[in-house]
C-alpha cells in the first residue's frame, strides 16, 4: 500500500467490561484493499513484516474455528475470531474511501485477551497481507489516555487510535 492510503482507527471502552467501540475511516484504498485483521504478534522486524513468522496469524484466543464462522458481516461478533474485524463487519473490497462505527462485545481493550499491543493487518482482496501496522503506545497520565499510532513498515505515521482508561494503571494485556 502507499503513502497516499490513511487510515485511522480508534478503539474505545467507557469500561472493562463494556464493548469496544471502533471508529474506523479509510481513504485511498483504491478498492485494493479486502480483509483486515488484528494478529497475534506485534511487527519483530523490518524484513518480512508481514510474514507468518513474525505476527503470526490472526487473534483467537478462544480458539474458534474460522471455517466455522458466517459469511463476512453476517454473524454475532462471538462468531468469529476475536482479531477478525472484516469477517465480524465485513470487508473492504472495491472500497475507495471507508468510514462506519461498529460497536463489538467481544473485542476487549485490558485483560489476557486484550487486542493492545498486537499488530493489524490490511489484507490485498486476494487475501495476501498487503501492510501490517504496529501499534507504539505512550501515556498520558494527565488525561487517562493511552495513543496508539499504527506505523506503516517504514514507519510512516497512518492514524492515530485513542484508548480510554479509568485508571492509568490499570491491566491492558
Not at 468510514?99 to 493487518?121: A, E, F, K
Request: glycine residues 10%; charged residues 15%; proline residues 7%.
Amino acid at each position: 500500500m502507499t503513502r497516499d492510503v490513511v487510515c485511522q482507527i480508534r478503539f474505545s471502552q467507557v469500561s472493562p467490561q463494556g464493548p469496544t467501540i471502533l471508529n474506523i475511516s479509510f481513504t485511498g484504498l483504491n478498492a485494493r484493499a479486502g480483509g483486515y485483521h488484528i494478529h497475534i504478534l506485534p511487527i519483530k522486524s523490518t524484513q518480512e513484516p508481514c510474514s507468518d513468522t513474525n505476527i503470526m496469524g490472526h487473534f483467537n484466543p478462544f480458539s474458534v474455528n474460522a471455517a466455522s464462522s458466517p459469511a463476512p458481516g453476517n454473524g454475532t461478533v462471538d462468531q468469529y475470531e476475536i482479531g477478525d474485524i472484516s469477517g465480524k463487519f465485513g470487508d473492504l473490497t472495491g472500497q475507495n474511501n471507508f468510514q462506519n462505527q461498529y460497536t463489538d462485545g467481544n473485542m476487549p481493550l485490558s485483560g489476557p485477551n486484550s487486542i493492545i499491543g498486537r499488530s493489524l493487518v490490511i489484507h490485498y482482496t486476494n487475501s495476501s497481507r498487503l501492510v501490517p501496522y504496529e501499534s507504539e503506545e505512550s501515556f498520558k497520565t494527565y488525561l487517562n489516555i493511552i495513543n496508539l499510532k499504527w506505523f506503516l513498515p517504514l514507519f510512516t505515521e497512518c492514524g492515530v487510535q485513542i484508548y480510554q482508561q479509568k485508571t492509568p494503571h490499570m491491566e491492558t494485556g
